[in-house]
């Protein structure tokens, strides 16, 4: 193999003075992108990236290990979600049509069976049974099929059970095998014979999300808050009034949600959401669906083209390439799926105006516009987030980069685009030329630039995508999502509002103190607050992540990250003492009322209590401290009426 040094093309680029310009202000990309192609011209055609396949060995191995897990009588939630995943994954690698599928087929609904999950064991018993040859197997799935329409008291019970005698006696199967399952079919026919069936349907009452008066500026956000732009912070987002807390100022729909690797056979691909019995794409082994529905329209808008291409990104040596290190050889499919991430973003984009030609004008516009705050606005002046206008014309880390971190992002955009355009035909045919030919297409170099772009827009303008599970409060991490509104958001470590994800895939942002009229917003992009860590661990995080030291108060202050209780504060705070003076059995009986309602609804959502335990809010603001125990707790009431209604909950039965 051919030595590799250092590549010179960032150093090129960055010292070259040319009359060149971007209308679509790209330019400093297109020459990256251009350069580096140059320069591995020999390295990406010499070494060509195998895709990784739908094969046999994968998914007999997932399914094994998945069995040898379902054999252990003692299971938990933990054992389950393995379980779940290991099938699902061997359905994602099997070979289409092949008796692998099936048989993976066939042990998840055995899985679902088990946790009672019966409508979606019916669905996988369907799919097994259409692709198996197998007699036994049809037998098997078709009799669970049955004890699943039973056990959801389904009128078509009776009917399919009659329907499955007549099909045993067709079934090639050893006589004492198929005798046994017709005495049993017998059996529940019996059963169902002499049963009233009422049948059992699922109720999915979705609540409404909360309502507030939206502005025509930005219509996902509330009349009470506005983008405003200064040299100090950037767009940011201020009080246009008081605004309570546990008020919601903002619900937003994801542009983009990226499942982490963890989370990939657990959520549909394409709407996010938790897919017992998904389908998986017929060509890769990374994407799963929960329905055909979901599976067309991701494949109409992006996947035709990012299929291909992930197939071969998840199989690179990344050993051969420059800027690689060792740290991000241990990482590389991390890395590779933020990568991946950027190019859905790319072909979601394109897909939504419509063309490459409509995609270079839309970033002309953005590229024209010289009111900095208005940036990304549509041509009748509004923030459109569902809108791909607005998704670029967010600030990227570009500046704040090391060279060497730099090179990496533009050395892995390059091998994306190149596979791009060979293996897809998002170009209109596959390309098959060289890197250096390939650079004389200029909707090539476009998209190159734009793909590295959009590589280093997502690490600054991402939120963690959590799903919680049981009655945990702190979610889990699954992926991080796009909101154009919400990436105007500046941080603190202090934050005066915080922002949970739904279960439709937006994101709800609600006051956490009392915010008045011409105060900034923040989020905080660490966690909750400065109690999750210790000032330098922060600062360490934001820098390396986000690339900017935080001067919030709570780091100027240097604050503790342990809260005391309002019973300590009373103790040693005369000031405290004084201030509460005959507001303390007030304040006291409010708090009790609080709790007793609270743990009597088991933290149902109910507006009417938001509002009770913000008015506890604001007598503890007025009157003792925001930073206490006490008050972080009644923000947790209101996060957790939030989080039961509207949140997003991985239910994974913990008993069997």
């Known amino acids: 193999m051919e030595a590799m040094n250092k590549p010179n093309f960032l150093h090129e680029t960055m010292d ?106 019916i669905k996988d018993c369907d799919q097994g049974i259409k692709r198996t040859g197998s007699d036994f197997l049809k037998a098997k799935l078709l009799f669970r099929k049955i004890e699943s329409l039973v056990a959801l008291e389904k009128q078509t019970a009776l009917s399919t059970c009659k329907d499955a005698l007549k099909t045993f006696e067709q079934f090639t199967l050893n006589k004492d095998v198929k005798d046994k399952f017709i005495e049993k079919l017998n059996v529940i026919l019996n059963t169902v014979l002499n049963s009233k069936f009422k049948e059992k349907t699922v109720e999915k009452k979705e609540m409404p999300l909360p309502t507030f008066k939206q502005q025509t500026e930005a219509p996902c956000a509330s009349t009470a808050v506005s983008i405003r732009y200064n040299k100090k912070w950037g767009r940011h987002i201020v009080a246009d009034r008081r605004i309570e807390p546990g008020e919601v100022i903002a619900i937003e729909k994801s542009y983009l949600t990226s499942i982490c690797l963890d989370g990939m056979y657990l959520f549909c691909a394409n709407c996010v959401q938790q897919t017992w019995a998904s389908i998986p794409c017929e060509s890769c082994i990374y994407n799963v669906y929960c329905s055909q529905k979901c599976k067309s329209e991701a494949w109409k808008k992006y996947h035709q083209y990012e299929c291909p291409v992930i197939s071969h990104l998840y199989n690179l040596d990344l050993s051969i390439y420059p800027f690689i290190n060792r740290h991000d050889l241990d990482n590389g499919k991390i890395f590779v799926r933020a990568l991946t991430s950027a190019l859905k973003l790319l072909l979601l984009s394109v897909s939504q105006v419509g063309s490459i030609s409509k995609m270079k004008r839309e970033l002309i516009q953005i590229e024209n516009c010289e009111d900095p705050r208005t940036k990304g606005f549509s041509n009748n002046e509004v923030f459109h987030s569902d809108r791909c206008r607005s998704v670029y014309s967010l600030t990227t880390s570009r500046d704040q980069l090391h060279h060497d971190t730099l090179g990496v992002y533009v050395t892995m955009v390059c091998v994306a685009t190149y596979y791009l355009a060979r293996e897809s035909t998002f170009f209109g045919r596959k390309v098959k030329l060289t890197p250096v030919e390939m650079m004389q297409n200029e909707d090539i170099k476009l998209i190159g630039a734009l793909l590295l772009k959009s590589s280093l827009l997502l690490p600054n303008n991402t939120l963690k995508y959590f799903v919680h599970r049981e009655s945990t409060i702190i979610g889990q991490r699954y992926g991080a999502a796009l909101y154009p509104f919400c990436s105007l958001f500046n941080h603190s470590c202090d934050p005066n509002v915080k922002s949970i994800p739904t279960k439709c895939n937006k994101r709800i942002v609600y006051a956490k103190h009392v915010i008045e009229e011409g105060e900034q917003l923040f989020l905080c992009y660490v966690g909750d607050n400065y109690t999750i860590a210790p000032k330098a661990d922060r600062q360490n995080t934001l820098r390396s992540a986000y690339h900017f030291k935080c001067e919030c108060d709570a780091c100027y202050e240097n604050l503790p990250t342990t809260l005391p209780f309002v019973k300590d504060l009373i103790v040693i705070s005369p000031r405290i003492r004084i201030n509460l003076a005959n507001k303390h059995k007030y304040i006291e009986k409010l708090q009790n009322q609080v709790m007793t309602n609270l743990q009597k609804t088991e933290y149902r959502y109910d507006p009417k209590m938001i509002k009770m335990v913000s008015k506890l809010m604001v007598e503890h603001a007025n009157h003792i401290t925001v930073r206490s125990m006490d008050y972080e707790m009644f923000e947790h009431f209101i996060y957790m009426m939030l989080v039961n209604a509207f949140g997003t909950w991985l239910n994974i039965p913990e008993t069997c």
């Open 16 to 121: 070259i003075e040319t009359a060149e310009t971007s209308e679509e202000g790209l330019l400093s990309e297109k020459q990256l992108v251009n350069n580096c192609m140059k320069q591995f011209n020999s390295l990406f055609v010499n070494h060509p990236v195998k895709p990784k396949q739908k094969n046999s060995k994968d998914s007999i191995r997932c399914r094994k290990v998945g069995n040898d897990l379902y054999l252990n009588k003692k299971h938990d939630s933990g054992t389950h979600h393995r379980i779940w995943s290991l099938y699902t994954e061997s359905i994602a690698t099997a070979p289409n049509d092949s008796d692998e599928l099936a048989l993976a087929y066939g042990n998840r609904s055995a899985l679902l069976f088990h946790l009672k999950v019966y409508e979606e064991c």
